[in-house]
T-cell receptor, first 116, second 114 residues
């Protein structure tokens, strides 16, 4: 079974600075998808960025980018120019690309605080 | 609405009662998922529906939990004889059935068992 580990329960960053959130995963599959979701206090899970494992190029969405290291099974999220609105729980998630269930496997999350 | 809609937003009930949680997915999304998020934890998969296929129930924690999806749209998660450990936020998500399509989540139902 696949597992996702987020080793940083909490992180903090100064407004306008850059922060990197760590995520590692364990799988025997070669094809899969990885996601970062943001969960503000409103509870809704918001997709931040996604990466297809077969793509070597790291995904980027505006101020958010990932460092995908397939051999190391690492998928970190970098937030540049941090804003107060970035404060939230961040979850890393894995999804198999093989047939069967399409469920997401989540890490336990990292709480990000942005200091003014 | 344009997003996944869940009701109620909050539910408080006594231990031993049955509860029903509702999810209305995004129109056109054939895949629907239920997850549970306990305090301080990540999301735990419960059940997955895709079109007319048999659902993947592998995440349901006990036979007190069941879910159905009528007409390929609205889904109801039912918890019978609730226990205090059932207290959690229950999140529903939907997606297009296409490999790698992201799941879109509702705001969840916060369930509190007294």
């Amino acid at each position: 079974a696949q597992t996702v580990t987020q080793s940083q329960p909490e992180m903090s960053v100064q407004e306008a600075e850059t922060v990197t959130l760590s995520c590692t995963y364990d799988t025997s599959e070669s094809d899969y998808y990885l996601f970062w979701y943001k969960q503000p206090p409103s509870r809704q899970m918001i997709l931040v960025i996604r990466q297809e494992a077969y793509k070597q190029q790291n995904a980027t969405e505006n101020r958010f980018s990932v460092n995908f290291q397939k051999a190391a099974k690492s998928f970190s999220l970098k937030i540049s120019d941090s804003q107060l609105g970035d404060a939230a729980m961040y979850f890393c998630a894995y999804r198999s690309a093989q047939g069967g269930s399409e469920k997401l496997v989540f890490g336990k999350g990292t709480k990000l605080t942005v200091n003014p | 609405g344009a997003g996944v809609s869940q009701s109620p937003s909050n539910k408080v009930t006594e231990k031993g009662k049955d509860v029903e949680l509702r999810c209305d997915p995004i129109s056109g999304h054939t895949a629907l998922y239920w997850y549970r998020q306990s305090l301080g934890q990540g999301l735990e998969f419960l059940i997955y529906f895709q079109g007319n296929s048999a659902p993947d129930k592998s995440g349901l924690p006990s036979d007190r939990f069941s879910a159905e999806r009528t007409g390929g749209s609205v889904s109801t998660l039912t918890i019978q004889r609730t226990q205090q450990e059932d207290s959690a936020v229950y999140l529903c998500a939907s997606s297009l059935y296409d490999r790698g399509q992201p799941q879109h989540f509702g705001d969840g139902t916060r369930l509190s068992i007294l």
